[in-house]
């Protein structure tokens, strides 16, 4: 028997629960309750109320969803270029 393709859909986090899990609001206004995948967690990817995240979600549940990945959000004063760092590739005490 083959295997149901899972959905996948993006929304933003309301509120982080305990245990790795999140509330999360989809974009067509369903709430789910989403736990973050094992890859996220062995890379210790942080997720934070306000989060833009993708979910993926099997057919049979859609009430639960699995957090598959953290979009990256440009913040205030900081351009899609800068990284950070300071002028010359060098940081702060470097040698």
């Known amino acids: 028997m083959a295997k149901e393709e899972e959905l996948e859909f ?11 899990r999140c509330r999360v609001k989809l ?3 369903h709430s ?3 736990y973050t995948s094992g890859r996220m ?10 989060d833009r995240v993708t979910i ?20 205030p004063g ?6 950070g760092q300071r002028p ?4 702060r005490g470097a040698r």
């Open 41 to 50: 967690k062995k890379n210790r990817i942080r997720i934070l109320a306000g």
């Open 56 to 75: 993926t979600m099997t057919p049979y549940d859609l009430t639960k969803g699995r957090i598959t990945f953290r979009h990256k959000d440009v913040r």
């Open 78 to 83: 900081q351009g899609p270029g800068d990284s």
């Open 10 to 20: 993006e929304g933003v986090v309301d509120e982080v629960l305990p245990d790795a």
């Open 27 to 29: 974009d067509n206004g």
């Open 88 to 91: 010359g590739g060098q940081r």
């Open 32 to 34: 789910v309750v989403a």
